[in-house]
Structures are given as C-alpha cells and as structure tokens.
C-alpha cells in the first residue's frame, strides 16, 4: 500500500478549476518530484494534501486513511510535513527557536533535543549561526532552516515546495543533496520543483503538471529522456 | 554662495519654530502654562515654553550649519542661532501685533487679552520689541550652546530636565512632604512653592543634578566595578534589599501621599489590567482589538448587579464572590466574541470588534435593557469589599453591614489593585513562555504556517480571546468598586484607544512596556492636571514621537527589539559555535 494517495482531486479557489483531477502515488520510501511551469498547481497539489485548501472532489488517503476530515493541524500530528513555498520561517525568533516551534506538536523532550542535533548535523551552518534571528539569515539558510523545522515534526513525509527558489547554483546542489540524505535515514519526500533537472536527478519518480492536469508521469530517468519533457522543462532541443 | 545658504536655512528654522510658539499660544497652553512656576518669581511654564521653543531653533539652525559648512566654525554657528531666534521672536510679534489690531477671539478662543499681556511682559504693544530681544537672546544661547563639549552639555540638560520635573510634580512632591513632621515639611517648604519650585529650590536642584552628572560620568565606572565584585550572594542580597524598598515604597505610599495619588495609581492599575489582557490579543497573539472596554463594562456590570444594593442589584453577595465571577463572565464574552471574529483578520477584525464594543456600550445603556442594566441612570449603592463577614441584606439602598474592615476609600482599594495587577504580571510572564504563548507568537508572525506547524488556530486564538477578556474583567470589577457606580456612558470607545495607545507607547508584547505605557498614558495627564486639558494633543504628539524616535517602544519586549534592530542582532556569538 502506498504511503499517500491523491485520486482524482479537484481543488477550486473560488471559482477558478486549479487541480482539474489530478492522481498521484507515493510509496513508502520515495523521492517523487512534481515538476511543472507557473501555475501548473503544484503548490495548490501540496496545500490540498496538508489540508490548508480542500478538495471540492476526490481525496487524499495517508496510509489508507482518507484526510478530508483532518484539519491542518492535525495532519501534521499524523506524520505529514510541509516547507513551504518561499520558507515561511519566523524572522523575529532565533534559529533555536524556529525549529523549537517546529515541534510543537511534540512534548517528548529528549527526542526533541535529538532531533534538533539531527537537523544540526544536516546543516552544520545552522548550528553555527543558532542564536541568531532567523530573519538575517541567507535565502539558502532560511531554506536549510525551513527544511529542519519540518523535520522537527519528525514528519513520515515531507512536502517540499520549491526548496531550490531564489537560490545560488551552489547551495541548490547542498540542498538537494540534503533531500536525499533525508530521504536515506526513512523519511519519504513528495518534491515540488520548477528546477526539473534538479529534481529529476535526485527523484526515483515524477509527475509533470500542466494547468492542473497531469500529462505524464513515469521513473525519473526516463521522465529525463522524454524528449517532449526535454523540450518543455528541461531546456533541450 | 554657502553662506547664504546656511542663514536662509536658519531663517527657515526660526520661521517654523515662530509658527510652533503660535500654535502654543493659539491653543492656549502657554497662558494656562503660565500660571503654573517652573522657579517661582523667575519663569513660569508658559514662558518656559517659548524659551525652550526659541532655543531649542537656536540650537537646532547651529547644528544644521556644522552640517552644511562641514564642522563647527564659532561665527557662523552663533550667527545661525541668533538668526533663528531672531525669526522666531518676529513671527510672535508680528503675532502680537496683528490679534492687538484683528480681533481673533471670535475664532481663536485663546487669544485673549491677559495672553498679549503676557507676551508683551505687560507693557502691551508697546513692549514689542522686547519679544526680538527674548527670541534673539534665546536663539544665540541654542547656537552656543552646540559650541560647548558634550561632557559640560549634557549635565546642563540633565539639571534643566530634572527642573522640569520637579517644577511639574512639585505640588505632588510638595502634598506627601508636608504630611511629614518636622524638618521634610520645612524642606518641603523651602524648596517648593504653592505653584513651582522656589528660586532657592530651583538653583539647588540645578547644582545638586550637575554635581550627580558630574560624578556619575566620572565615577560610574568604579561603582559597577564595586557592584561586579561583589560575590555571588552580595548581589543577591543587594537585589533583594531593593525589592524590599520598593515594597516599602509601594505600601508606605497610600498612607503618606493621600486619597488623590492612591486613586491615580488605581487608575494606573487598572489599565494596566486591560493592557496586559489587550497584550495577549495584540502583543502576543497580533489580533487588533479596538473594542476592548466592552470586556472591562462586563466585568463592571456583573459585579455591579451581583453586589449592588440598589434597586438593580440581583444578589447581594460580597467583593470576594462577585470578582471571580466577573472573569468567569468576560472570560465567556471573550469567547462568544471569538467565535464569530475567528475567521477575520487584519484591519477587518479591528473593524469588527469595534463594533462590538460600541454594542456592548449602546445595549448597557438603551431603554431596551434598562430594566436590568439600568439604561443611563446606571447601577449605583455597588458594596465595598470587606475582610469579614457582611451582615444579612436587608433592603433595597440599605448597605449591608461590614462586621470586619471595610476597605472603602482608594488608599485602600490601591492594595487591591495593585495586587491584582502583580499576579496577572506574573500570570501573563508565565503565558508568554508557555506552549500557548509560543503558539501564539507563531500566529503573530504567520497564521499559514503556524497552522502548517501543528498549531491550532482555533483553539489558541479563543484562548487569546478569552485570557485577555478575564484580565480586562478583573479591572472593569475593580473600577466598578472603586467607584461604588457604573454608567454605560463611562465605557466609551476612548478607553479603548487609550489602551491600544499605552501598548503601543510601552512596546507591543513586553509587560513591562504595559506597566511604562500606562504610566506614561495614563498616570501623567491624571497628575498634571494642568496638562489633562491637553490630553489628546499630547497623546497625538506622544504617539508620533514614539514612533519615530523609538518604533519599538519605551520598553520593548526581545523579539520586536529584534526585528528592528537586525543589524545589531547579526553578529554571531563566537561561543556557541562550540
């Protein structure tokens, strides 16, 4: 059984048709990537999931079970993380504090202080810098700080939204590289990216979205050797 | 080409600051000013005002000459001040002599006749040229006075501010001193007067400041170095020899300074009730809410018509029962008025409670609800508190009798409120560290991705709600006591603003910012009765600066000093790197 599954989902705002019945599947285990351009519903996909939109059809079963009526928070309490789209961290707390509020949901101390020393080994960088506010941080720190805030749920999946957005080449790779140590030690990750070649190369599947439909999908290797996935996403002729 | 320059800017200068004395006078603060002294004999505060507004163009048109010349050049610094003062003294007399020929009164109710008296020195028009002199003089001693070092100016301005302070509050000081015996009352006596300070009062207050400034600049250093040496539990023991004073002040103040200061301190107290509940919405949680009062009316009316022995009273039961079921009852308005608010946010939840709390006020006093509440002759004969047993209720308008002490005056009401305000100070520290404050804290910052953190936004913004309804209770039961009687036309929306005001003034979720702002807000205009008059204004002009010179707040809480402060918060502390 895998670990999410989106079928036929239909998500409004308002009366704009946003997902027009998109179906997707996560295994336990996986790296799957959603790639596609501007306002393909790729964030709307993932806000469907974590509950924050609702679909007007179809569902979202999480290990079997059917989300429609869990609200936001409490799908986080049931192991599903998300770091949002352009990071949504705390600018006025400190480091500490940021990922001290990611595991709000959580009172087991000593497992708190373990994963907090996970997410410092992670990104080292964090450790160094944490006392400091998170809004002086760099847009690659806030992404490495994003990232270890949703880890602190100690989540069984991660929704990822554009981690590599507004970011130097260099640190795209140190966060993607990132995603893949994550997805070793257990955690399974549904990846949204418009950096498709990114994406594709540390992703086992993936799923390309067009205005809310999804036209194709199949392994990574092979999404990349699909010459009309080339042309549209990853800039080859 | 430059120097043309800088004596325009100058004239600018003193132009505006003519303008600022008019609007002094226009609005009638100097002539009301005026009768009070700042030195008896020698100026007064109307006066004062003029003076200060003179030199402070002086001062201001110098500094803006080093800045343009590139550095202090003695000539043209003195040259700008005086042109500056020069201007302003102009602008007031063409002021003089243009409302002695015009008629302003018919618009300009301030401009009487003892007013033109008084910027003439009593000499009328004829007297004229002696405001050019003032003003001159006054700019000249401003531009000087930037030529002086900073290590002789800033005693200089310490002394003329702690006149200031003295002159203001010295009918305060003057009313606990002579209450003593013996020597304080004859110190109090020879330094203040019936108005201001007295002239020996005021150069012994001048010296005294410059001598502490003096020393403390110099010796500062050695004293922290003192205090830094001492062990461990030297400092212990200093800290708590302080917190006993302080708590000898508190106690000791009621009995030495009389009915009037203990009832502005419960004033004081009781905003801060409402600020510290109003802090849990807006400092904490980031939900304006502009119709706060109406849980300080609930509070009042429920222990109103639990107390009462008037005809709307509908029990009669004591102090001690009707308080915690006054919070228990805000605390229930909080919520109802959460429920339906929750979905709203921003400038439209500030909207919505508005209107909340102007229904609140509108119901407690209509005709509708008159049977009950009292409509606008309002719930009067509310029972004092009484540390005892109360007699059996007999009748209507017949108080129940006190078999104990009877705490029915303001000095002693003060013990209630300042308790009160302590435990919720201390209950309100312990929220924001809590797991609800942090819940809280994340609202403020994003609603999206608390909710995304596992926060739920429901269930912490009806406690935000709820918690700062029942503090805001607490001090509409107090006042309601206080008072002895409720009328729905006491809860307008002002209370309100005010409130939002001394959070914003003291700093936005620190408690100590609350206890500063209403101290600031509040307690001052109720000291300075002269100044009440002006109340808004200053409020308007209080706002404006704070905003400015201080965005955070007089006291700011961490988090907000943070976020305005970035660029002193970025350097990392090298130990933790560890």
Known sequence: MSILNINNVHTYYGNIHALKGITINVEKGEIVTLIGGNGAGKTTTLKTISGLLQPREGNVLYNGENLGKYKAHEIVYKGISMVPEGRGIFTSLTITENLEMGAYSRDDTQGIKDDMERVFTLFPRLKERRNQVAGTLSGGEQQMLATGRALMTRPSILLMDEPSMGLAPVLVELIFDTIQQINQQGTTILLVEQNAHMALSVAHRGYVLQTGEIITSDTADNLRNDPAVQKAYLGME | ?578
């Open chain 2, 1 to 578: 080409m430059k120097k043309e320059n800088f004596i325009w800017n100058s004239i600018k200068i003193g132009l505006v600051a003519g303008a600022i004395g008019i609007f002094l006078c226009l609005v009638g603060m100097v002539e009301i000013f005026s009768k009070r002294d700042v030195v008896k004999d020698v100026i007064s505060l109307g006066m004062f005002l003029l003076l200060a507004t003179s030199v402070l163009a002086g001062f201001i048109a110098s500094r803006r000459t080093s800045d343009l010349l590139e550095g202090n050049k003695a000539v043209s610094n003195l040259l700008a001040g005086t042109f500056a003062g020069l201007f302003t003294g102009i602008v007031l007399a063409l002021f003089v002599l243009f409302s002695s020929q015009v008629n302003l009164r018919a618009v300009f109710l301030n401009v009487t006749p003892a007013l033109l008296e008084l910027l003439t020195f009593g000499q009328g028009t004829d007297g004229v040229w002696q405001i050019l002199v003032f003003g001159t003089v006054a700019g000249l001693v401003g531009g000087a006075f930037l030529l002086l070092s900073p290590s002789i100016r800033k005693p200089i301005v310490n002394a003329v501010m702690v006149i200031i302070f003295m002159a203001l509050f010295s009918s305060l000081f003057r009313v606990i001193m002579v209450n003593q015996s013996g020597g304080i009352e004859k110190a109090a006596k020879y330094l203040f007067s019936q108005t201001g300070l007295t002239a020996n009062g005021g150069l012994i207050f001048f010296f005294g400041t410059i001598l502490v400034s003096v020393l403390r600049s110099s010796q500062a250093g050695k004293v922290q170095n003192l205090v830094d040496k001492l062990p461990q539990k030297g400092k212990l023991s200093l800290r708590v020899a302080s917190i006993i004073l302080l708590a000898y002040v508190v106690i000791m103040l009621p009995n030495a300074a009389g009915p009037f200061i203990a009832q502005v301190v419960v004033i004081i107290s009781l905003y801060i009730l409402m600020g510290l509940g109003l802090n849990i919405e807006i400092g904490f949680a980031g939900l304006l809410d502009l119709g706060f009062v109406a849980f300080y009316a609930i509070g009042a009316y429920t222990v109103g018509l639990l107390t009462s022995y008037g005809e709307f009273g509908l029990q009669h039961v004591s102090f001690w029962v009707a308080v915690p079921i006054a919070v228990l009852v805000a605390m229930l308005f909080g919520g109802l008025l959460g429920v339906p608010v929750l979905g709203v946010r921003g400038d439209y939840l500030a909207i919505a409670t508005l209107g909340f709390g102007e229904i609140v006020r509108l119901l407690a006093g209509s005709d509708f609800m008159a049977k009950y509440l009292g409509g606008p002759r309002g719930i009067i004969g509310i029972q004092k508190p009484c540390i005892g047993t109360l007699g059996e209720f007999v009748a209507v308008d017949v108080p129940r009798v006190c078999n104990g002490i009877e705490l029915g005056k303001p000095q002693e009401i003060y013990f209630i409120a300042i308790a009160s305000a302590l435990l919720i100070a201390f209950f309100s520290y312990r929220l924001r560290e809590s797991r609800l404050g942090r819940a809280w804290m994340a609202i403020r910052e994003d609603e999206d991705v608390a909710e995304a953190l596992g926060i739920k936004l429901v269930q912490a913004k009806l406690l935000a709600y709820m918690l700062g309804a029942a503090f805001a209770g607490l001090g509409g039961a107090i006042f309601a006591t206080l008072v002895g009687s409720i009328f729905a036309s006491s809860m307008q929306l002002i209370v309100s603003i005010n409130v939002v005001a001394l959070i914003i003034v003291g700093g936005m979720g620190s408690i100590p910012g609350v206890v500063v702002g209403a101290i600031a807000l509040i307690g001052l205009p109720e000291l300075l009765r002269e100044v009440s008059e002006f109340r808004f204004l200053l409020y308007g002009a209080a706002l404006v600066t704070v905003m400015i010179a201080k965005p955070e707040g007089l006291w700011p809480s961490q988090n907000i000093r943070r976020e305005l402060h970035r660029e002193e918060a970025a350097p990392i502390p090298s130990e933790t790197t560890s």
